[in-house]
């Protein structure tokens, strides 16, 4: 059980720590416009949104904040309990510095709405709105919720460059399977908006597209079967309504995108110290290097906090060991169980380290930040500012 | 002795990050035992089976995975695994019910299948639980296939359920008609018999605790049968009632702990500050045993047989999923 043995042979770990990332110089350099967090579902992605909301808003910035699904009383706390899609100001941060946050929910369907609204005549929007397949598509579409998080984004930015009443917008990205969706579903919903499919439906007989109408008569046969003609109708007096918007789609889409890939934005990619959270990361991370989208770094929520707190003066192994010994003299003594608590909290440590130096051997050039775990939920304003001290590592 | 002997299909639902695959993995191989042959189904994409299991990644078919976690009575039974994934489906269900073959592969190219996978309202929850009502539904298969005793299927998570399991009700406001529309009602028959249970995972953190509560009521309101509630991730008891009380008020006596830990011959650690961080781990645990405690009480208000299994530190691996199938078992769950 000596602690300074020497070290012998090749280290078993991935050896160079990754960089820190440093939250507060990312909130505080006034060229940062718009912050997306992402990553897969269940890793805290709403409230490190909320928390670097706050903290950015107590330390001088003018923020937004987005939120997909927050946890019901943290959005009370926030005054955001209602979906009207508006920002609307956060009662009760320290203005001292002059900064001031307001935090909104989104409602995808509204947003949806808004955007067929601005887009066509009332008659025509009214047309649109009123139709069965819109309606489904609008509200319970897989994507729509991804495409509809892009276009309100992009709308609360635009808004916020032209009237200045923003500096810093904060993303929280939907509960998606995969946190790629949000990067994927976009483009999927606006290339079958604007798709071949789309425009075989709606004129089927019209110029080059003719020769393939022996194949179309096939097609629209089966999707008939599979979903019955009544859809079928739906679908086409809809993409009929639908028709002048779809470049408009298309383009407000491409817009959003190169906004994502603008300088001033960073994606800041959130885990849990699991393998599938990590994994996920993993991708995520090298899609936005092909993708040319500002990776900020990785926040790796939920770790265990060290034992004590502080530096681990027994491994994992040697407080098993120590368990054993002291539970041979004594098996009712407290220490017993203090020192198995103390192997355990040592054990998930060890493995959540091993994890995260894995990504950063990967990763090397990614700047991570480990958050440890709150022992309860946040759900007030006091709760996001522990989080943001944490996320700055303080 | 099981909670559940008439049920065939065990749905595991349950908020993102609480274990639902890990406890559907542990659910099939604790259900497959005397012989008995469980199908293990994932339909969102992930090849989490394959992962957890360590084996290639699943093909479009159902794959013999592991043997069950062995009981006194008979033989271990068999797990396979199904992963499905909609668009395999879309083209398999158009070729066996119409005959599709060259039109499946137009429709491939024409972006329907894309559009019928992704897009369309239901569809493809239609395709992925059909998928998985063929292998549960009574009186045997078409085809010959294997038949199950048990049916596991990895599902998903609790705000997506109703809807995910609901697909006629989705349906309904836009297929009227349809081979479609007429498989989601014979899934329904189904879904809402005493055949089926779903489970929901959580773990004793308030969200969770409130997303069960809410799935509970929403799979209520839509008729279909709630199950168990698989609490995961439970904290080590290692401290008993009284120690654990000391522990939370700081109580416990610094000199003890010195004298145990020098008797074990730790001085050089205790000089190092051990017995300060042994205190602190106390406390700290204490806290987040008392909101555990908290939780666990919010559950019982529920009205759930509800199952525990512990956290392990070490991660999950093979033989991490038997010893938690063990615990299921034990607890009556399969």
Known sequence: ?394 | MSDWPDVRLHVVTGKGGTGKSTVAAALALALAHGGRDVLLCEVEGRQGIARMFDVEPLPYEERRLATGLPGRRGRAGTVHALHVDPESALLEYLALYYHLGRAGRLLDRFGVVDFATTLAPGVRDVLLTGKVFEAAKPGGRRGGGRAYDAVVLDAPPTGRIVQFLGVSSELAGLAKVGPVKHQSDLMMGLFRSEATAVHLTTVLEEMPVQETADGITELRAAGLPVGGVVVDMVRPRDLDDEHLAAAGAGALDPGGVEHDLRAAGLDDEVADGLVDVLLADGRDHAVRRRLEDAQRERLATLGRPTYELPRLAGGVDLGALYELAGLLREQGMS
């Open chain 1, 1 to 394: 059980m000596s602690r300074h043995r020497p070290r012998v042979g090749p280290r078993s770990s991935g050896g160079e720590q990754s960089p820190h990332l440093d939250v507060d110089a990312l909130l505080a350099d006034p060229t940062t416009r718009i912050v997306v967090c992402c990553g897969s579902g269940g890793v805290g992605k709403t409230t490190t949104s909320a928390a670097l909301a706050l903290r950015a808003a107590e330390q001088g910035r003018k923020v937004v904040v987005l939120t997909i699904d927050p946890a019901r009383r943290l959005a009370q706390s926030m005054g955001i309990e209602e979906l009207d899609n508006t920002p609307r100001p956060v009662v009760g941060i320290d203005a001292a510095a002059g900064g001031t946050l307001d935090a909104m929910m989104l409602d995808m369907k509204r947003t949806f709405d808004e955007v067929v609204e601005s887009q066509a005549s009332p008659d025509k929007a009214a047309q649109i709105l009123a139709n069965p397949f819109y309606v489904a598509l609008s509200s319970s579409f897989a994507g729509t919720q991804e495409y509809m998080a892009m276009e309100k984004l992009g709308q609360v930015h635009r808004d916020a460059e032209a009237d200045g009443t923003y500096d810093l917008v904060v993303v929280d990205t939907p509960p998606s399977r995969s946190a790629l969706d949000f990067l994927d579903a976009p483009e999927r919903l606006s290339s079958f908006l604007d798709g071949r499919f789309i425009r075989l439906l709606l004129a089927p007989a019209r110029g080059p597209a003719r020769f393939m109408t022996a194949g179309l008569g096939l097609v629209t046969g089966a999707v008939t079967k599979l979903i019955g003609a009544q859809v079928l109708r739906d679908m086409q007096t809809f993409v009929a309504a639908f028709d002048t918007l779809f470049g408009g789609f298309r383009a407000r889409a491409e817009r959003t995108f190169a906004l994502l890939q603008a300088d001033g934005t960073a994606f800041l990619v959130v885990a849990s110290p699991e393998p599938d959270a990590l994994r996920e990361a993993a991708y995520f991370t090298e899609r936005l290097a092909d993708d040319a989208m500002p990776l900020a770094g990785l926040v790796v929520n939920r770790c265990s906090a060290r034992p004590g707190g502080g530096a681990a003066v027994l491994s994992a192994d040697e407080a098993v060991a120590a368990a054993t010994r002291v539970g041979k003299r004594d098996p009712r003594s407290v220490t017993t169980g203090l020192l198995r608590l103390h192997a355990d909290r040592a054990r998930a440590v060890e493995r959540e380290e091993r994890l995260v130096e894995r990504f950063g051997a990967a990763h090397p050039d990614v700047p991570v930040v480990a958050v440890a775990a709150l022992a309860g939920d946040v759900h007030d304003l006091d709760g996001l500012r522990a989080v943001g001290r944490l996320l700055a590592g303080g």
